[in-house]
């Protein structure tokens, strides 16, 4: 439960207080600035880590000095290039995706830096090329995946609330959320003591009743479980 | 229902009650340093506690710790310390860092003062404004 002084409103949202500080702009574009700026910088350090990587062996396969791969790993750096971004993206064999969106959007995108949700595979065209049945009939990425975890809860009388889009839902298990299978639901799971519990989901299609649970695979990492823990 | 982040901040504040944290901020700081100091509360906030390290925070000494920014041109150096309760960090003082040093160059000692302050009078903090839902 939300405290006079933790964030409030979704995991992800900060509180009232908070938000109004932002309605600054000169302010905002620092926080915004600021936050996306630690979030690449503690990527690039994760994955280089993740590969066993010195600064300098980094540096070798962009073809730059150490140096600069120091500056990319401090968040205060302010002078990163899209060119740059691109070549860092290369030598980890990974994509860029660039947006501006929704700020609810924005927020739940930036919400987790920790070390577990940093980690990525490099491009496999046999994993990519062979997604499952269900999620190639659903055209989604291949970190989908498929509830089937045994409810132990009864699945006829869900939360009302569980069946509004961007709402945080906890304490119940994976397949009791099918049981409201008139929604495809994007959702976080975590292993408590044995069985898997939603923490998290949102709406993100319509499916007709009866379907299978679908949801985008989010790591439970560690952040979002010891989160989890205040249920 | 919600999920609160890892961690909570609080304040120090003063013998007369006021919350010295807010008022520094509160005071004529630039906007860049405002919301800088909002973006690594906001971060470090909802990092696991094993991952409070450089650059963004760094332990220093007597069970201080600094959380570490760079802005308007000034390395920004809020000093606090784990605790009190769970998951909760208490922000004490707010230092600058300039050619390798503390500005005021007794800031660990007055940050250590302050956490035995609250140590010994829990009311010497409040949860920090900036995370309340009012």
């Given at each position: 439960?939300?405290?006079?002084?933790?964030?409030?409103?979704?995991?992800?949202?900060?509180?009232?207080?908070?938000l109004?500080e932002l309605c600054d702009d000169e302010l905002r574009n620092e926080f915004v600035a600021d936050k996306v700026r630690t979030?690449?910088?503690?990527?690039?350090?994760?994955?280089?880590?993740?590969?066993?990587?010195?600064?300098?062996?980094?540096?070798?396969?962009?073809?730059?000095?150490?140096?600069?791969?120091?500056?990319?790993?401090?968040?205060?750096?302010g002078?990163?290039?899209?060119?740059?971004?691109?070549?860092?993206?290369?030598?980890?064999?990974?994509?860029?995706?660039?947006?501006m969106?929704?700020w609810?959007?924005w927020?739940?995108?930036i919400?987790?830096?920790?070390?577990?949700?940093?980690?990525?595979?490099?491009?496999?065209?046999?994993?990519?090329?062979?997604?499952?049945?269900?999620?190639?009939?659903?055209?989604?990425?291949?970190?989908?995946?498929?509830?089937?975890?045994?409810?132990?809860?009864?699945?006829?009388?869900?939360?009302?609330?569980?069946?509004?889009?961007?709402?945080?839902?906890?304490?119940?298990?994976?397949?009791?959320?099918?049981?409201?299978?008139?929604?495809?639901?994007?959702?976080?799971?975590?292993?408590?003591?044995?069985?898997?519990?939603?923490?998290?989901?949102?709406?993100?299609?319509?499916?007709?009743?009866?379907?299978?649970?679908?949801?985008?695979?989010?790591?439970?990492?560690?952040?979002?479980?010891?989160?989890?823990?205040?249920? | 229902?919600?999920?609160?982040?890892?961690?909570?901040?609080?304040?120090?504040?003063?013998?007369?009650?006021?919350?010295?944290?807010?008022?520094?901020?509160?005071?004529?700081?630039s906007r860049p340093i405002r919301g800088k100091f909002l973006a690594?509360?906001d971060?470090?906030?909802?990092?696991?506690?094993?991952?409070?390290?450089?650059?963004?925070?760094?332990?220093?000494?007597?069970?201080?710790?600094?959380?570490?920014?760079?802005a308007a041109?000034?390395?920004?150096?809020?000093?606090?310390?784990?605790?009190?309760?769970?998951?909760?960090?208490?922000?004490?003082?707010?230092?600058?860092?300039?050619?390798?040093?503390?500005?005021?160059?007794?800031?660990?000692?007055?940050?250590?003062?302050?956490?035995?302050?609250?140590?010994?009078?829990?009311?010497?903090?409040?949860?920090?404004?900036?995370?309340?839902?009012?």
């Open positions: 439960m939300p405290t006079a002084h933790s964030h409030v409103g979704s995991s992800a949202i900060p509180s009232r207080v908070f109004r979030r690449f910088a503690l990527l690039i350090r994760s994955l280089r880590e993740q590969r066993g990587w010195s600064q300098a062996e980094l540096g070798r396969r962009m073809g730059k000095p150490q140096s600069v791969i120091s500056r990319l790993e401090d968040p205060d750096y002078k990163l290039s899209m060119q740059t971004v691109f070549e860092v993206a290369a030598a980890f064999g990974l994509p860029v995706y660039i947006d969106p929704e609810e959007e927020f739940r995108l919400d987790d830096m920790s070390e577990a949700s940093l980690k990525r595979r490099k491009y496999d065209a046999d994993r990519l090329a062979a997604p499952t049945q269900e999620t190639s009939a659903l055209a989604m990425p291949d970190t989908l995946f498929i509830v089937t975890i045994p409810s132990k809860t009864p699945l006829d009388n869900p939360p009302a609330a569980a069946k509004a889009p961007t709402t945080t839902y906890a304490g119940t298990t994976a397949s009791a959320a099918m049981s409201f299978g008139s929604f495809l639901l994007e959702t976080t799971i975590r292993p408590p003591r044995g069985d898997l519990e939603i923490i998290e989901s949102r709406e993100i299609a319509a499916t007709p009743r009866g379907k299978k649970l679908y949801g985008r695979m989010m790591a439970p990492t560690k952040s979002a479980m010891e989160r989890s823990n205040a249920f | 229902m919600p999920a609160p982040p890892p961690w909570r901040f609080r304040c120090y504040v003063s013998a007369a009650g006021i919350d010295q944290i807010r008022t520094w901020y509160e005071a004529p700081q690594r509360l971060s470090l906030g909802r990092l696991p506690f094993a991952e409070w390290h450089p650059p963004l925070f760094r332990w220093l000494e007597g069970g201080i710790g600094e959380i570490r920014f760079k041109g000034v390395q920004q150096r809020p000093l606090g310390f784990r605790g009190l309760g769970e998951d909760v960090f208490t922000i004490v003082f707010n230092a600058t860092e300039r050619g390798g040093r503390f500005v005021p160059r007794d800031a660990i000692e007055r940050a250590i003062q302050r956490k035995n302050e609250i140590e010994a009078d829990a009311y010497r903090s409040l949860p920090c404004w900036l995370f309340r839902d009012s």
